[in-house]
């Protein structure tokens, strides 16, 4: 569902697929090919959420910010994540069911592990392997982690044809 609060309506760029389980409301912008699936949340009453090109959110991950917010290009934001973050770099991968507090920047093709809590304001630098329970910076990305996150980005930005022409998602209007 696609829902205008307080003036504010999604602006979805015609070429991203937003499924018809998702919940979208406020002042959202989803770039081109970029992709929402089922069970997601992303609420936009407290400042603006911008999603940049090639990204995916996928099923049941939540997105709410208490600013301004940017994802970037090329983002996989894994199963049931939790996202408070102010800015995720470009190519970054959030693992299945991860929470970013309020406030928290990842620089670009990073990877937070699965199931990993990164605490408020917490800051970290692009390519950053971030991992724990307060998330800690262990390193660098390794290149197989890479492939990993170009892999993954990719895949979704493939799935959009196959669900769109199958008549799934929405057309980027609100409901009423």
Same mark, same amino acid.
């Given at each position: ?7 504010? @309506?999604?602006?979805?760029d015609?070429?991203a697929?937003?499924s018809?389980?998702a919940y *979208?409301v ?7 090919? &970029? &992709?929402?699936?089922p069970?997601v949340?992303?609420? $936009? ?5 911008k999603i940049? =090109? ?7 991950? +939540?997105?709410? =910010?208490? =600013?301004?917010?940017?994802? /970037?290009?090329?983002? @996989?934001? %894994?199963h ?6 102010? +800015?995720?770099?470009? /190519?970054?991968?959030?693992?299945n069911n991860c929470? *970013?507090n309020d /406030? ?7 990877? +937070? $592990?699965a199931? #990993?809590?990164l ?8 390519? $950053?392997l971030?991992? /724990?329970?307060?998330?800690?910076a *262990? %390193? +660098?990305?390794k290149?197989?982690?890479?492939e990993l996150?170009?892999?993954? =980005?990719? #895949?979704y930005v493939?799935?959009?044809?196959r ?7 929405? &057309? ?5």
């Amino acid at each position: 569902m696609i829902r205008s609060l307080d003036g504010k @309506t999604p602006v979805i760029d015609p070429t991203a697929f937003v499924s018809e389980t998702a919940y *979208l409301v406020g002042d959202i912008e989803i770039g081109p090919r &970029s &992709s929402i699936w089922p069970g997601v949340v992303i609420r $936009a009453d407290s400042g603006k959420i911008k999603i940049g =090109a090639g990204t995916n959110i996928q099923d049941n991950s +939540v997105l709410h =910010a208490d =600013a301004d917010a940017v994802i /970037g290009d090329d983002v @996989t934001i %894994g199963h049931g994540v939790v996202c408070h973050a102010r +800015v995720i770099g470009n /190519g970054s991968l959030l693992g299945n069911n991860c929470t *970013l507090n309020d /406030g928290v920047v990842i620089g670009q093709n990073s990877l +937070v $592990a699965a199931g #990993s809590t990164l605490t408020e304001n917490s800051v970290y630098e692009d390519n $950053a392997l971030v991992r /724990g329970t307060p998330g800690k910076a *262990l %390193g +660098v990305v390794k290149e197989r982690h890479t492939e990993l996150m170009k892999r993954a =980005a990719a #895949s979704y930005v493939n799935r959009i044809a196959r669900y769109t022409d199958a008549g799934l998602g929405h &057309s980027g209007q609100p409901v009423s």
